[in-house]
């Protein structure tokens, strides 16, 4: 699980390996770091990390062993990576059922209708969703799709 991470670090030298160490030793990766030595507030300078936990009871370890040393953890906030997927449906469409189609986690970014020269919609629809969830998605609208007799062309 990638987290974003806030500490609070007396302004000292030393502090940053003090901080590292209960991350390394429960399995935190660290992808990235922001140590904004400008916004020192009352001794303490904010350091902002990317680091990858393998499961949520590593992290909760290392946060346990922050405070056990002084440490403020200001921030944690699961990352979630998010994918962005276009639809095209040609079809017989009911646009409601479309739009409804239980996609709880994904968000509709965009929504474009043609005005048919024929029997036939075209609806071309952009979504963003976690990663993890586009294939459900994708599914999902096949689903509807067949239902309503209408071809899905999708970007994945």
């Known amino acids: ?4 991470l806030t500490l609070g670090l007396i302004d000292r030298p030393g502090q940053l390996i003090k901080a590292l160490e209960p991350l390394a030793k429960n399995g935190g990766n660290i992808i ?18 990317v680091v990858d936990f393998p499961t949520i009871a590593n992290f909760e370890k290392t946060k346990r062993e922050l405070e056990d040393v002084s440490i403020s953890v ?4 699961e990352i979630i990576e998010k994918a962005n997927v276009s639809f095209i449906l040609i079809g017989k469409l009911d ?5 409804e189609t239980e996609t709880d986690k994904a968000r509709i970014v965009n929504f474009e209708s043609s005005a048919p020269t ?3 919609a075209c ?18 609208l096949k689903e509807v799709a067949e239902e309503e007799n209408a071809v899905l062309i999708s970007s994945v």
Not at 1 to 4: E, N, T
Not at 95 to 99: G, N, Q, S
Not at 123 to 140: F, G, Q, S, T, Y
């Open 1 to 4: 699980m990638k987290l974003d």
């Open 74 to 77: 200001i921030k944690s906030e």
């Open 118 to 120: 024929s029997k036939e």
């Open 32 to 49: 990235s770091i922001i140590h904004e030595r400008e916004k020192v507030s009352s001794g303490y300078v904010p350091v902002s990390l």
């Open 123 to 140: 609806i071309r629809l952009n979504i963003e969703a976690p990663v993890e969830e586009i294939n459900r998605i994708v599914a999902k």
């Open 95 to 99: 646009v409601r059922k479309i739009v």
